[in-house]
């Protein structure tokens, strides 16, 4: 694994108005993570882990404090400039797989491409990484079609076409069997020893045994770092 960060913040601080009451969703939070790891994030509901994954992934901002991707200072970023960067350089994984229920697992895959015109042949990328799923044979059915399994599959595809630097993973097998999740897991396991750097939260502590370190939130804060297992 390479001591380079790739994730670095400093005393981020997200607060929000609500009529005329003041939440401090975010109270302060100074994380590194390293090129390669897997980092779990745990913590109860409205602990901050939502607030802090959209700041990381670029959905959102701090209200004060800085974040570097990939050394890159995204907080002074533009709106436009931020949603390119969350394109090419962010894989997202979502609990409802988030697929587009009209388009095959193939063309869900190949997706993300339209919006990045310098990528060369993706039809040919989006069917490499099926492949790397374990997909290809269904490459051709509607998400109606496919099991929770295998929409996450395809779901881990679609995060993977673009060759991003980091996958933010957001309860990845909240919605699977246990059977199921397990292979989903062991597939990311496989894909963070090649070098994938994962974020993931869960509240499952079976789910989060599989990261290199487990942050805990509480009020807007990591109150814990296992370090590296």
């Not at 694994?1 to 609500?18: C, F, L, P, Q």
């Not at 509901?45 to 004060?64: E, N, R, V």
């Not at 979502?94 to 997706?111: E, G, T």
Request: charge should be positive; charged fraction near 25%.
């Amino acid at each position: 694994m390479s001591e380079e960060a790739i994730i670095r913040t400093e005393n981020i601080k997200r607060d929000y108005t609500r009529g005329t009451t003041k939440i401090q969703a975010l109270r302060g939070v100074s994380l590194s993570v390293k090129r390669g790891e897997f980092v779990a994030l745990m913590g109860a509901s409205g602990s901050g882990k939502t607030t802090l994954m959209s700041i990381l992934g670029c959905l959102d901002t701090p209200t004060s404090g800085s974040y570097a991707l990939e050394g890159r200072e995204v907080s002074r970023l533009t709106k436009t400039e931020r949603a390119h960067l969350r394109n090419e350089r962010i894989g997202f994984i979502f609990q409802n797989f988030n697929l587009l229920p009209r388009l095959s697992a193939l063309d869900n895959v190949i997706s993300p491409q339209l919006y990045h015109r310098s990528k060369d042949h993706p039809r040919q990328r989006a069917e490499r990484v099926l492949q790397r799923v374990g997909l290809s044979e269904r490459a051709m059915h509607l998400p109606n079609e496919l099991s929770g399994g295998e929409s996450q599959r395809v779901a881990i595809a679609r995060a993977l076409v673009m060759t991003p630097a980091i996958l933010l993973a957001d309860e990845p097998t909240g919605n699977l069997d246990s059977v199921t999740s397990t292979e989903i897991m062991k597939l990311l396991v496989e894909l963070n020893r090649e070098g994938v750097t994962i974020l993931m939260v869960t509240h499952d502590s079976t789910v989060s045994a599989y990261a290199h370190r487990i942050l805990h939130m509480r009020d807007g804060q990591i109150v814990q770092d296992s370090g590296e297992a």
